[in-house]
């Protein structure tokens, strides 16, 4: 199916403001079943102050978006969320020993990434392996599929394509297609395809190869929305699970066949969908109109509710690494992951952002307050609790017992049972750049490198 550019355009603001956003989501975790007991917090330990010692990461590597590019105010940005439209998102996608970076000029005018350029950066050395053209993305799976970054184009010229850049050399592979691709995943062997033209809901989801994305299966799904509704990352395939976010509508289906196990949408919307271990979906419930939050609920793979929360809830987490047998937290309770039983409720979790699930802790920032907190996830004993400072920040990274948190001047590492800071390390330590004109920071592990990524620099952390 053809759908005309200038339809496909009226999304573009919209996905500029909806990607902005997506990275500095956190939860906020309130009302539940008032008649379940409450778990009395456990006398916590004062955490002591930061350590200035030789754990402190060194920086390894350094590289300038404008040395770089070769222009002044080039930026780097996320390959997941494509160069047609700039979504002001710095990031990598992980490939081993390369990262796969986007670098461009962002253009505010005409919402654009001009001129984008794919790089694959020496995760320990930051050395530029190789440069390929990338202009006109519509976006890039999470993960290298087979030693390939796969992503889409509908072309300026209105064809479309997948396009697979090697890891390793830069190389691209194209393969033409007639379909308007509204979004792709990558999962197991395979990569996945939603197609169509959501105003007539007429969307399809496809399963195959690159070289042929419609070869396991083909599934049309009964979903639609208008054209500057159908943005962001609207298709998922984690832990087993496939999901079509479409306007207000979702859409679970099984990975291998295609076959929808679920669906959830009017009378009420779907706000945020977020998949989990193991194979877990927590998503919200809004009244369609005003996007106000009526609760959320938790289903497993079938799409049988393992757990129900009333009242303004949020289930997106930045940082989502449970041990195996942590619970889910949904409003101000924990859920068994398998079964769905109520292990613990904490009435302060109403009143409070969850930023993360890492380990056996759940780590809360109290709204009044501000203080930082540490429960057990087992339990719902509070560990820890500290006053917010300038290295206090979202949890980026689980270093084994630590959180590495990205701040607004500084990264720090936290002990997570114990609350102790472990090191904290500011900004202009890592590289000197202009703060106003570089964005917030993101930082994500590939193998033993911790990297950093602003709009304008990118540094290789090694553990010291």
């Known amino acids: 199916m053809t759908v005309g550019r200038s339809r496909w355009q009226l999304a573009a603001a919209a996905v500029v403001a909806a990607v902005s956003v997506t990275g500095a989501v956190l939860v906020i975790a309130r009302s539940g ?180 994305p419609d070869a396991f299966w083909t599934s049309r799904f009964d979903v639609g929305a208008a054209w500057e509704d159908a943005f962001g990352q609207m298709l998922s395939a984690e832990h087993g699970v496939g999901l079509l976010e479409l306007g207000g509508d979702i859409v679970g289906f099984d990975l291998e066949s295609g076959r929808q196990t679920w669906t959830r949408g009017t009378p009420e919307c779907v706000g945020s969908a977020h998949i989990t271990r193991p194979g877990l979906v927590a998503m919200t419930h809004t009244d369609c109109g005003q996007g106000r939050v009526l609760g959320a609920e938790a289903v497993d793979t079938s799409g049988r509710v393992i757990a129900v929360s009333e009242g303004q809830t949020s289930v997106q987490l930045e940082l989502d690494e449970p041990s195996a047998d942590a619970p889910l937290i949904l409003g101000d309770a924990a859920y068994s992951r398998r079964g769905g039983e109520r292990t613990w409720t904490v009435a302060e979790l109403r009143d409070s952002t969850v930023t993360a699930v890492a380990g056996d802790t759940v780590l809360l920032r109290l709204s009044e307050s501000g203080e930082e907190v540490g429960l057990d996830a087992r339990t719902g004993e509070e560990l820890w609790r500290r006053e917010a400072d300038d290295s206090s920040g979202t949890p980026a990274v689980l270093d084994d017992r630590a959180v590495i948190a990205v701040g607004s001047t500084a990264l720090s590492a936290t002990d997570l049972r114990s609350g102790r800071r472990e090191w904290t390390m500011p900004f202009t330590v890592i590289v000197e750049e202009d703060r106003s004109a570089s964005g917030t920071p993101t930082l994500r592990r590939s193998g033993e490198v911790l990297v950093y990524t602003s709009d304008r620099s990118m540094a290789g952390l090694i553990p010291g």
């Open 33 to 212: 079943d008032a008649s379940e007991p409450e778990v009395a917090a456990g006398e916590s330990t004062a955490p002591t102050a930061a350590s200035e010692s030789g754990d402190t990461p060194d920086v390894g590597w350094t590289l300038d978006a404008a040395e770089t590019f070769g222009r002044a105010f080039a930026a780097f940005r996320d390959p997941r969320y494509g160069s047609e439209f700039d979504s002001d998102m710095p990031g990598f996608i992980d490939g081993g020993g390369t990262l796969v970076t986007l670098i461009g000029l962002p253009n505010p005018r005409g919402y654009s990434l001009d001129r984008a350029v794919m790089l694959g950066v020496g995760s320990t050395d930051g050395d530029v392996r190789w440069r390929a053209t990338a202009d006109n993305l519509g976006g890039c799976a999470d993960a290298p599929l087979n030693g390939k970054v796969i992503c889409y184009t509908n072309g300026a010229d209105g064809r479309s394509a997948i396009v697979s850049i090697d890891v390793e050399t830069g190389a691209l592979t194209r393969t033409d297609s007639d379909w308007m691709i509204l979004a792709l995943a990558a999962a197991g062997d395979r990569i996945f395809v939603a197609e169509g033209n959501p105003e007539d809901d007429d969307v399809e989801v496809h399963a195959g190869s690159p070289a042929d």
